[in-house]
Nanobody, 126 residues
Framework: QVQLVESGGGWVQTGGSLGVSCSAS????????MGWFRQAPGAEREFVAA????????LYADSVKGRFTISRDNAEKTVYLQMSNLKPEDTAVYYC???????????????????WGHGTQVTVSS
């Protein structure tokens, strides 16, 4: 059973930067695709970014491309999401997720991910 624990997040003004991280319990972390999703109040959970086990293959939602960066430290079993130039529409609960299946390209679909963290709130004020 993989356990994922997010940390970071918080409150920031428009245009500011914030980082969130996610630590995993599983020793085979380096083989998992790791993704970040977010869910705003009243909205469906949406894909934000994902990275292959090696960190070499990354994927971003169009809405965050150029502003967010996903990275991972396999030795620390941690995945990071660095967010810059934040906008009020980025306000959401951010979740990390692990996909234990091999895929050529990380999936943007939440149902592809097997394990989820409990989420961390990011609030961007205008």
């Amino acid at each position: 059973q993989v356990q994922l624990v997010e940390s970071g997040g918080g409150w920031v003004q428009t245009g500011g930067s914030l980082g969130v991280s996610c630590s995993a319990s599983e020793i085979t972390f380096s083989t998992y695709i790791m993704g970040w999703f977010r869910q705003a109040p009243g909205a469906e959970r949406e894909f934000v970014a994902a990275t292959h086990g090696s960190g070499a293959n990354t994927l971003y939602a169009d809405s965050v491309k150029g502003r967010f960066t996903i990275s991972r430290d396999n030795a620390e079993k941690t995945v990071y999401l660095q967010m810059s130039n934040l906008k009020p529409e980025d306000t959401a609960v951010y979740y990390c997720a692990a996909d234990v299946n091999w895929r050529l390209v990380p999936s943007k679909t939440s149902s592809s991910y097997d394990y989820w963290g409990h989420g961390t709130q990011v609030t961007v004020s205008s």
